[in-house]
């Protein structure tokens, strides 16, 4: 599928021609080196990414690495000094006045850390901000601005004043101001980044929670690798103007491109971060359909198992043991009248940790996805050696 942005080859130099220190930057020198020689400062270098539609695009980074300057390059804030970066088909890097204002008005929006609410405005008024220099009438603006509040839980909370609020709330009423504009894409930088734990992690959870039904592209700035993978579909890592690596959590976590990403990621809590489908195994289902009480039987034996899944009309539909096989066989009952229902599912994108009170039943935990289908099977085993290895690694960190 078409990537909803597209960067390819950027680069930001700041402080005069950018030739001369790109072409540095192509003989292999370093930021400081240049800045040594020039007297610029390397921002981004060559720099390509794409960003799906409907994703959560998580740009992560120390102070400095250029994520900021990255994110106004896709608004057309900043100009690269090479490279293109593409909305839709809209290349913002070289595009006319009137296209990039288009670009601005009617899909991006930015949410900022420090969002700058007007003190002396309403909360509805704050939210509204930014629609009258687009041209619509009052009326339409109090609407939309209400229906953002209402997205983000303020919606009675219109009149109230930001000091009035929490500093979560505050937060809410600039993501508010973001979503009335009705954008396709949102851009937020370091949006959380003032408030404190606790009140982020809602926070983080209450934008997944509206990113399911909101369905927006958004590309997300922040310093801190727990809300990278908590929030990220994909997670580009910066580094002094590069891209480190670019992946999913888990191939963050779990194979880091170099050592930089690796020191990132040492005190991660692996079972927060990989999936069920991670250690799942392939599922080797029976059929309502077409098999009977002797087949699971002979399956199982096979298999050397004592349970196996069974679907039917490809939807999961239940389990059978060996011991209610046999006897069903014995007493001439279909495979129907042998299964149970009461065994432990899961979806494929649960965290191990999830799994974890589920994997105290006798039979393993089917992993089936949101049209029931069965994807793979987990066996309890291989959660507790999964956790076990985890803790294992702790400790050995603890004593080194
Ligand atoms: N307008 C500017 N003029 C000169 N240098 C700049 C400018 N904006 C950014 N820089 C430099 O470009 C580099 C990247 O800055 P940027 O603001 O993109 O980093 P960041 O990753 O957003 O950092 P932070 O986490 O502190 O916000 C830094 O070295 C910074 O000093
Ligand atoms: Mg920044």
């Given at each position: 599928m078409k990537p909803k942005i597209y960067g390819n080859g950027l680069y930001k130099i700041f402080g005069g021609d950018a030739t001369t220190a790109i072409d540095l930057l192509k003989a292999g020198q370093s930021k400081d080196e240049i800045y040594a020689a020039?007297?610029?400062?390397?921002?981004?270098?060559?720099v390509s990414f794409k960003v799906a539609e409907g994703e959560i695009f998580v740009v992560m980074g120390l102070s400095g690495s250029g994520k900021s300057t990255l994110v106004r390059m896709i608004n057309g804030l900043i100009k690269p000094s090479a490279g293109e970066i593409l909305i839709d088909d809209v290349n913002v890097a070289d595009c006319s006045d009137e296209q990039l204002r288009n670009v601005r008005r009617n899909k991006v929006a930015m949410v900022f850390q420090h969002f700058a609410l007007f003190p002396h405005k309403t909360v509805a008024e704050n939210a509204a901000f930014g629609l009258k220099i687009r041209g619509m009438k009052a009326s339409e603006r109090r609407e939309r601005a209400q229906a953002a509040l209402e997205q983000v839980?303020?919606?009675?909370?219109?009149?109230?004043?930001?000091?009035?609020?929490?500093g979560g709330m505050q937060q809410r009423v600039g993501l508010a101001r973001g979503l009335a504009s009705e954008p396709e894409i949102l851009l937020m930088d370091?949006?959380?980044?003032?408030?404190?734990p606790l009140i982020r992690n809602d926070m983080q959870q209450e934008l997944l929670e509206l990113q399911r039904t909101l369905k927006k592209t958004i590309v997300f700035i922040t310093h801190d690798l727990n809300e990278a993978l908590a929030l990220g579909t994909t997670i580009a890592i910066m580094r002094d103007g590069v891209i480190a690596q670019t992946g999913t959590a888990e191939e963050i976590v779990g194979s880091p491109a170099d050592d930089y990403v690796a020191a990132f990621t040492r005190d991660i809590d692996r079972s927060q971060v990989f999936a069920a489908a991670s250690i799942a195994r392939p599922a080797t289902p029976l059929d309502l359909a077409t098999d009977n009480a002797e087949v699971a039987m002979t399956r199982m034996e096979e298999l050397g198992i004592d349970a196996v899944h069974v679907v039917d009309d490809g939807k999961l539909a239940g389990i059978v043991s060996y011991r209610a096989a046999s006897a069903a066989h014995r007493d001439g009952l279909d495979l129907k009248d042998a299964l149970t229902d009461d065994f432990p599912t899961a979806s494929p994108e649960s965290l191990l940790n999830d799994l974890y009170p589920l994997a105290g039943t006798e039979y393993p935990i089917a992993l089936t996805d949101e049209k029931g289908q069965l994807t793979g099977i987990v066996h309890p085993q291989d959660v507790f050696q999964q956790l076990a290895n985890e803790e294992e690694e702790e400790e050995e960190k603890e004593k080194a």
């Open positions: 020039t007297g610029q400062t390397v921002g981004v270098r060559d839980g303020l919606g009675a909370r219109g009149d109230s004043y930001p000091d009035e609020l929490s370091e949006p959380f980044g003032a408030l404190d």
